[in-house]
């Protein structure tokens, strides 16, 4: 049972590094470690970049002050985020943790299809208005491995909340205009991805 076991933990998420590419790797499995080892001939941390993680890490009131703080800014621009979704009536599911926030947009995509046009098609269409329209990059779920088309990944920790806001609220006229064009179907909502209690 030993063997089993496995623990993966990196700096992107809790420290906001994700340029650095730093992670670590538990394991008593052996065939993994020697396997893992001779990868990392390859995939090394540098030296210079493992002496700055050592001096971050070995730092206890900063680690437990930084985790805090940022575990507060996620959950307030969480909550901005899910509250412009819900204003737009757009189900989402509402992460208990992290810096993404997976929703549906499937209500959307009628706007996006042309003839017999393929639902991924009309995501992709759909990814390509926001990011054209709106300059938002939101994850289109088929990069995700989405089963359902018109599910998105927005991730509201890259900008700060001002800029969030902001986004959020071209995002909020922009649904509003595309709703109007497309009549009362638009307002009947998404294929069935619920948001949790919170």
């Not at 009131?61 to 901005?80: E, H, K, M, P, Q």
């Not at 071209?170 to 649904?175: E, L, Q």
């Amino acid at each position: 049972e030993r063997e089993l076991r496995l623990g993966v933990w990196g700096l992107s998420k809790d420290f906001g590094l994700s340029g650095l590419r730093f992670g670590c790797v538990w394991t008593q499995n052996e065939r993994l470690l020697a396997a893992l080892a001779s990868a990392a001939v390859f995939s090394a941390v540098p030296g210079v970049c493992q002496a700055m993680v050592e001096d971050v890490l070995a730092d206890d009131g900063f680690c437990d002050d930084y985790l805090r703080a940022n575990a507060t800014a996620l959950r307030v621009s969480c909550a901005i985020c899910c509250r412009v979704l819900d204003e737009l009536r757009l189900p989402y599911f509402a992460p208990g943790a992290g810096m993404f926030l997976w929703c549906d947009l499937s209500s959307l995509l009628p706007a996006f299809v042309n003839g017999d046009d393929d639902p991924r098609k009309a995501e992709r269409k759909l990814y390509d208005a926001l990011r054209g329209d709106l300059k938002l990059v939101l994850t289109p779920g088929e990069a995700q491995h989405a089963a359902d088309p018109g599910r998105f990944r927005i991730c509201f920790a890259f900008v700060e909340r001002n800029v969030l806001e902001v986004g959020l609220e071209k995002f909020r006229g922009w649904v509003e205009r595309h709703r109007a064009s497309m009549g009362p179907a638009a307002l009947a909502g998404g294929n069935g991805l619920t948001a949790p209690a919170r």
